[in-house]
């Protein structure tokens, strides 16, 4: 299946998982796991928050925090729009690094 198809990314983001929406395809398919829908990657990235909490996986006190900021951000978005207008998930967004995506 064409990944632009896909238009769903789990992705990590200082080591905390996320969503993001890619219709461009800008992402590498090799570095992202691409999903049909918002569910999907949700899904995807709730279940790495989860065993990184569960285990005590994280680096730090602030990672932790910033897990623990973003499971229920996830938990409760039931759309990628909900997700997009929360504020906290736009500052982890805007700590994307621009070398995450391919050249257009």
């Known amino acids: 299946m064409n990944p632009i198809v896909k238009h769903y990314i789990h ?3 200082d080591a ?9 395809g800008r992402y590498d398919a090799d570095r992202f796991d691409r999903y049909a829908t918002f569910d999907e ?5 709730l279940s ?6 569960d285990e005590q996986d994280y680096d730090d006190e602030v990672h ?3 897990l623990e900021t973003m499971l229920p951000l996830l938990e409760t978005s039931r759309s990628f ?3 997009n207008g929360q504020t906290e998930y736009r500052q982890l967004l805007n700590r994307l690094e ?3 995506s391919i050249a257009a």
Do not use: F, K
């Open 48 to 53: 790495s928050i989860e065993l990184m909490l």
């Open 16 to 24: 905390v998982d996320t969503v993001a929406y890619d219709p461009e």
């Open 11 to 13: 992705i990590t983001i």
């Open 81 to 83: 729009e909900h997700l």
């Open 64 to 66: 932790r925090q910033e």
């Open 98 to 100: 621009p070398a995450t």
């Open 41 to 45: 990657a949700r899904d995807a990235a």
